[in-house]
């Protein structure tokens, strides 16, 4: 497992104010204090109008916090003599629907306008141009010359986080990246997410609103409500607290709520399942206990000829562990 030590965004008591001084005046943001880590893979999660878009946004400059700091690789990015240019690069934010910020009229001519704008020399630009296409599985002698607006919708998305790759950034936000998307292109996108964070080492930070997709890839939840932080952890740790992330608007992963369901039944299951891998794991063997499908749960084993309580079914033996270790 990836060692995570750096902070490389910090936020420290962040505040923010849409309309300041206004009679429509918003406070989106109060005593934010979050960090985040060189090689992580973290979701910011909560309902909409909890202020996730708007954390985010501070991370590279977009937006100046009112209260409070905002730090990248440990410096105060609002203190005086600090480029934002240089942290807008290094921190890269691919907004939701990024397809509608396409313009160019050749894939190359768009995925090059960011380093073309940082003043790259052209084989400076060529070669961020490739090796963005490359790490993003866009061929590059077949694509190049290509309208990004005949792709494919993943294909379009991809071409837009290849746009903020080619900056060359070492941290990689993106704001709901598969809003809007059907099945495939949401599964493609998603993978595309996890192979820059496990095969090619960028800390990847991932707002959602899909329990189910942050569950199976996120190492680290961070979840608004209100403006600030109310909790963090691990997922299987944080949908632990079903009834409070209901009560926030949220909820946990489909198959959480169907282990809930049948933990109140009786069934003797962890109750920190957040994946269908982990779902199948543990059902699976459990049902197989069942005569003819129809047990009590107990996960007794019949026919096999045991003694008073040494009939445990392996489902039983499973469904009493713990998920604390890797992630399925």
């Not at 990836?2 to 005046?25: F, N, Q, W």
């Not at 100046?64 to 807008?88: A, F, H, N």
């Not at 160019?104 to 960011?114: H, Q, Y």
């Not at 944080?238 to 946990?252: A, E, P, S």
Request: net charge negative; glycine share 12%; with cysteine.
């Amino acid at each position: 497992m990836r060692r995570l030590s750096e902070v490389v965004i910090e936020t420290v008591d962040l505040g923010y104010t849409y309309m300041k001084g206004t009679p429509m005046a918003r406070q989106a943001l109060h005593g934010v204090n979050v960090a985040i880590r060189r090689g992580e893979l973290v979701a910011i999660i909560g309902r909409t109008g909890s202020g996730k878009s708007t954390l985010i946004q501070h991370f590279n400059g977009l937006l100046r916090p009112d209260e409070g700091q905002i730090k990248v690789m440990g410096q105060d990015i609002w203190s005086k003599g600090v480029s934002l240019r240089d942290v807008r690069r290094r921190v890269g934010l691919v907004f939701q629907y990024p397809e509608h910020q396409l313009f160019e009229e050749t894939v190359e001519a768009d995925i090059s306008f960011a380093p073309r704008s940082m003043g790259m020399t052209q084989v400076q630009v060529e070669e961020a141009v490739r090796e963005a296409m490359r790490i993003v599985n866009l061929d590059y002698d077949s694509l190049r010359s290509r309208s990004p607006f005949d792709l494919s919708g993943g294909q379009k998305r991809r071409v837009a986080i290849a746009g903020v790759l080619a900056m060359g950034p070492e941290v990689l936000v993106l704001d709901e990246p598969t809003a809007g998307m059907d099945p495939r292109g949401r599964e493609e996108v998603l993978q595309e997410v996890a192979d820059l964070h496990e095969k090619h080492g960028y800390t990847v930070v991932l707002v959602s609103h899909s329990m189910e997709d942050v569950a199976r890839y996120a190492q680290r939840l961070i979840v608004m409500d209100r403006g600030t932080v109310v909790m963090e952890g691990p997922p299987h740790e944080v949908f632990r607290h079903r009834d409070t992330l209901i009560g926030i608007g949220l909820g946990v992963p489909q198959v959480t709520d169907l282990v809930h369901e049948l933990r109140g039944m009786g069934h003797p299951l962890p109750e920190d399942v957040v994946t269908l891998e982990q779902a199948m794991e543990v059902l699976v063997p459990l049902l197989a206990g069942w005569p003819n499908g129809h047990g009590q749960g107990k996960g007794q084993r019949h026919g096999h000829g045991c003694g008073h309580g040494e009939g445990q079914s392996q489902g039983q033996g499973q469904a009493q562990g713990s998920w604390d270790g890797e992630r399925v």
